[in-house]
């Protein structure tokens, strides 16, 4: 696995979480190229480390698509059975794709450890970062949506003894208990959110008629970190996938003219559905913005898939047409990646323009070079996002000069 992705060792308060030890699982169908499975596991891998999670070995097996019981082949199958078997500290096997109830009961029956899937594995992450009411409801209700087609699979233990008198009809009775049990739940968490969404707008509402920049992106890329410097104040940064989930505004004020500064929560490639859909209300901020600021992290080696997922979910959200700057963080660290040291400063200068040339006729939006952690052309950013809110503002009202 790539080295790419590195957990920060930052100690936390309260109980001590003990490290689980996985395995990951992923199949290279006719959908996808090797290197693109290879590099969701390394981001699988950094999933599952940031839910405290450490994995001991990678699987990857080509076929057309998953198998519709095992997900990956028999031999396969046998053959991480085997491992799991000789390495008694794993607990946890990790598949890169959604399973089925069915699907989960067999392999955890096969496997004799804990099967987790993609979805679930963000789901965790989101529950254990979840702060604010919102995000637990937000929270709740996705993992309610995905439960309520998986209940079936939950109850395979009572279709084995389908000779035995009485225990059919009672084990249906339960699941059907169950689905509506969850679907109540799915609708009062919904009515719940829709509250919560209103307490929102009204919040929104009562900040004014300032203009409302929002930094996106793709998650781990720096948003938090470059909240900080623009904003200098102090938002939670750590060097974890999801570090923030709940939006965070801040007024900020340069030269005289003030806006309203938001870190949104971060994009990922293969997001499920239903977890996009219970964090659109999150993402009103976005919606709501005037200037969007996309942030990428140049020195990560996919960084160019990263921005069409972004912009895909922009344009899910109605705001991929949004005035945008997109702003290229992580520079030191891309340098450090790709320059060695007798390279002349002339060629590296070179080699950053021309990258910045690229982007700038390739998504036709203006593009900066930056480093948010060592504060490198930080400036530059400002004056330039300062006009981008002047021009806003001379947008918003033509005829006269805004107090402020």
Not at 132 to 147: I, P, S
Request: glycine letters at 4%; proline letters at 2%.
């Amino acid at each position: 696995m790539s080295e790419h992705w590195k957990v920060g060792k930052e100690e936390k308060k309260g109980l001590k979480r003990e490290t689980e030890f996985c395995v990951l699982i992923g199949v290279i169908d006719e959908k996808h190229t090797e290197t693109q499975v290879l590099e969701y596991l390394d981001e699988l891998q950094f999933l599952a480390e940031t839910a405290g999670a450490q994995t001991e070995k990678v699987f990857t097996q080509r076929m057309p698509h998953p198998h519709v019981k095992s997900f990956v082949g028999s031999g396969k199958l046998e053959e991480i059975r085997v491992f799991i078997e000789t390495h008694e500290n794993i607990s946890l096997a990790i598949f890169d794709d959604d399973l089925t109830g069915k699907q989960t009961s067999f392999l955890e029956e096969y496997l004799k450890v804990k099967i987790v899937d993609r979805s679930s594995l963000i789901l965790d992450i989101f529950a254990e970062r979840a702060q604010t009411a919102q995000a637990k409801t937000q929270v709740e209700l996705a993992q309610m949506q995905y439960l309520l087609p998986r209940l079936r699979g939950l109850w395979t233990h009572l279709e084995r003894q389908r000779g035995g008198i009485g225990m059919r009809g009672p084990g249906e009775q339960e699941i059907e208990t169950d689905r509506r049990i969850v679907r109540d739940k799915i609708s009062q968490l919904k009515k719940k959110l829709e509250k919560i969404d209103q307490q929102a707008q009204t919040q929104r509402k009562n900040r004014g008629e300032l203009i409302r920049v929002s930094l996106v992106g793709y998650t781990n890329v720096g948003k938090s970190t470059l909240m900080n410097v623009l904003s200098k104040s102090e938002v939670f940064a750590e060097n974890k996938l999801f570090a923030t989930l709940d939006t965070t505004v801040r007024k900020v004020v340069w030269e005289a003219t003030p806006f309203l500064l938001s870190d949104t929560v971060g994009f990922i490639r293969k997001l499920p559905h239903h977890l996009v859909e219970s964090f659109k209300s999150t993402l009103d901020e976005v919606r709501e913005s005037d200037i969007l600021v996309h942030v990428v992290d140049m020195s990560h080696p996919q960084h160019e898939d990263q921005i069409h997922t972004v912009q895909n979910t922009l344009t899910e959200l109605n705001s991929g047409d949004k005035t945008t700057l997109m702003v290229l963080n992580k520079l030191d660290k891309y340098r450090e990646m790709n320059f060695d040291d007798f390279l002349e400063e002339e060629i590296r200068q070179e080699i950053t323009e021309g990258l910045k040339e690229k982007y700038k006729n390739q998504f036709n939006l203006p593009v900066i070079l930056i480093s948010a952690h060592t504060k490198e052309n930080i400036e530059l950013l400002r004056d330039t996002l300062y006009e981008m809110i002047l021009e806003e503002y001379e947008k918003r009202y033509p005829y006269q000069t805004k107090s402020w």
